[in-house]
Every structure is written in structure tokens, then in C-alpha cells.
């Protein structure tokens, strides 16, 4: 057997580096942390074998530094990516989390690259449903009421049919005054007919149960000699272009 050999400073720094930069792009693509965890040992793993087998031919290669640097970089890369997708997701679950279900939020935080860009929606032509609604009557009974009863009443009744729309799966879009607007087969695109069958009917049922809703409003309110009101309703189904303005 010959003399061990020795690499140069200048080679031992970039052996290191070479292992850290692994352990980045490990913690870069492989965001699950199982899977992260197995990458981590197999790395590991060949790091020992390889340089024992370039020991057994008589050249020594750092072992520690290069463990460590794998180790640190993949751990602060790992942990970065997780705070970011935590700040993504509560960013998303904030702009969505009063207008959608929880089920749709889900899949719009499952799919958002490939409809969010930058904490907005990519702007894209679908086929959806909208819903109109208003209250017949609004301007004349609202004239009647200071503003402090005004606002408490048109948040009760908003609150009221917002529960309605988000129970059949609809995206409430704006409030207009009286008036909701709501949207049923956005932000994720139907393709199919089935699909976007289904969100006409969820858009029906909604209004059928918004209708019920508003009776058992307007039973509430008889009771503090509030006027009871009733609703219009306008309901189609068509293409438009779904995105975020402002």
C-alpha cells in the first residue's frame, strides 16, 4: 500500500460546496418532507461509501464538512420553501377563504400555479354560471331606516345568503348595495358538459335556497317590525373571462 494522499485546500472547499449544493436541490425539489427524509439518508449514504472507496485507493476526502454542509444546506432550504408556502397559502386562504367553501379553497391551493401568479388569479376564458340577485323594494324601505339599522340589516341579510352561496359551491364576486353577485364554476375551469351542468344546477338549488333563507329573514325581522322584502333573481350560463382586476 502507498502513502495516503491528500487533496488541496482549494479542492477540499469545493468538495464542500459540491455537497451543500446538492443539499439544496434536494431541498428545492423535493418539498415532501417523507420523501426529503430518504433522499437526505441515501445522500448521506453515498457520501460515506464514496469516500471510503476513494480512501481504500489512498486519497483522503473530508467527511464531516461536506456531511454537515449537505445537511444545513438542505435543512435552511427546506425550511425557507415551508415558511413561503405557509405565506402563500394564508395569502391565498385570505383572499378566498369569505367568497369560496373550504373544498373549493382546497383545490384552488392544490392547483395554484396553474392559476395564481404573484397572489393573483392568471386571467382565463371559462364557461360559468352567474347569479343576480337584488331586492325588490330596496330604495324605499331603506329610506325609512337610519344608518346604523340600515347596515345591520343588509349585513344580516348578506351574511345570511353568502352561507346559502358558499354551501352550493358558488364564488361570491361582489356585493352591489342589495345586490349579490355570485359565480359558480370559477376559479377552477370546467371542461366538461357534466361539469358545467353542475354548476348550473348548484347555481338554481342556491337561489331556490336563498329564497328560503330570506323567509325565515323576513319572519326574523317581522318580529322588529322591519318590513319583509322579497328577492329577484337572474341566473345564466355562458363564457366569460375570470381573473382579478385592482
Given at each position: 500500500?502507498?502513502?495516503?494522499?491528500?487533496?488541496?485546500?482549494?479542492?477540499?472547499?469545493?468538495?464542500?460546496?459540491?455537497?451543500?449544493?446538492?443539499?439544496?436541490?434536494?431541498?428545492?425539489?423535493?418539498?415532501?418532507?417523507?420523501?426529503?427524509?430518504?433522499?437526505?439518508?441515501?445522500?448521506l449514504?453515498?457520501?460515506?461509501?464514496?469516500?471510503y472507496?476513494?480512501?481504500?485507493?489512498?486519497?483522503?476526502?473530508?467527511?464531516?464538512?461536506?456531511?454537515?454542509?449537505?445537511?444545513?444546506?438542505?435543512?435552511?432550504?427546506?425550511?425557507?420553501?415551508?415558511?413561503?408556502?405557509?405565506?402563500?397559502?394564508?395569502?391565498?386562504?385570505?383572499?378566498f377563504?369569505?367568497?369560496?367553501?373550504?373544498?373549493?379553497?382546497?383545490?384552488?391551493?392544490?392547483?395554484?400555479?396553474?392559476?395564481?401568479?404573484?397572489?393573483?388569479?392568471?386571467?382565463?376564458?371559462?364557461?360559468?354560471?352567474?347569479?343576480?340577485?337584488?331586492?325588490?323594494?330596496f330604495?324605499?324601505?331603506?329610506?325609512?331606516?337610519?344608518?346604523?339599522t340600515?347596515?345591520?340589516?343588509?349585513?344580516?341579510?348578506?351574511?345570511?345568503?353568502?352561507?346559502?352561496?358558499?354551501?352550493?359551491?358558488?364564488?361570491?364576486?361582489?356585493?352591489?348595495?342589495?345586490?349579490v353577485?355570485?359565480i359558480?364554476?370559477?376559479?377552477?375551469?370546467?371542461?366538461?358538459?357534466?361539469?358545467?351542468?353542475?354548476?348550473?344546477?348548484?347555481?338554481?338549488?342556491?337561489?331556490?335556497?336563498?329564497?328560503?333563507?330570506?323567509?325565515?329573514?323576513?319572519?326574523?325581522?317581522?318580529?322588529?317590525?322591519?318590513?319583509?322584502?322579497?328577492?329577484?333573481?337572474?341566473?345564466?350560463?355562458?363564457?366569460?373571462?375570470?381573473?382579478?382586476?385592482g
Amino acid at each position: 500500500e502507498g502513502p495516503l494522499t491528500f487533496i488541496t485546500e482549494k479542492y477540499e472547499w469545493a468538495w464542500i460546496f459540491l455537497w451543500a449544493l446538492i443539499g439544496i436541490v434536494l431541498g428545492l425539489r423535493l418539498r415532501f418532507l417523507s420523501r426529503l427524509f430518504f433522499s437526505i439518508i441515501g445522500g448521506l449514504v453515498i457520501l460515506v461509501v464514496f469516500t471510503y472507496y476513494i480512501f481504500m485507493r489512498g486519497l483522503w476526502l473530508p467527511v464531516a464538512a461536506p456531511v454537515l454542509s449537505f445537511l444545513a444546506a438542505a435543512a435552511i432550504v427546506t425550511a425557507y420553501l415551508s415558511y413561503k408556502e405557509k405565506a402563500d397559502r394564508s395569502m391565498l386562504m385570505q383572499l378566498f377563504s369569505r367568497h369560496v367553501s373550504s373544498d373549493v379553497a382546497e383545490a384552488i391551493w392544490r392547483d395554484r400555479d396553474q392559476f395564481m401568479n404573484n397572489g393573483r388569479p392568471i386571467p382565463q376564458k371559462l364557461t360559468a354560471t352567474v347569479l343576480f340577485t337584488d331586492l325588490k323594494g330596496f330604495t324605499s324601505i331603506s329610506e325609512k331606516m337610519d344608518p346604523q339599522t340600515l347596515m345591520d340589516w343588509l349585513n344580516e341579510y348578506m351574511d345570511g345568503m353568502a352561507k346559502v352561496i358558499i354551501i352550493h359551491k358558488g364564488v361570491i364576486n361582489k356585493y352591489i348595495g342589495d345586490a349579490v353577485m355570485a359565480i359558480f364554476g370559477v376559479p377552477v375551469a370546467k371542461k366538461t358538459y357534466d361539469e358545467i351542468s353542475s354548476d348550473a344546477i348548484n347555481a338554481v338549488e342556491c337561489a331556490l335556497d336563498m329564497g328560503d333563507e330570506l323567509k325565515r329573514l323576513n319572519s326574523s325581522w317581522g318580529q322588529r317590525d322591519i318590513s319583509p322584502v322579497h328577492m329577484r333573481v337572474g341566473i345564466f350560463t355562458g363564457p366569460l373571462v375570470a381573473g382579478c382586476l385592482g
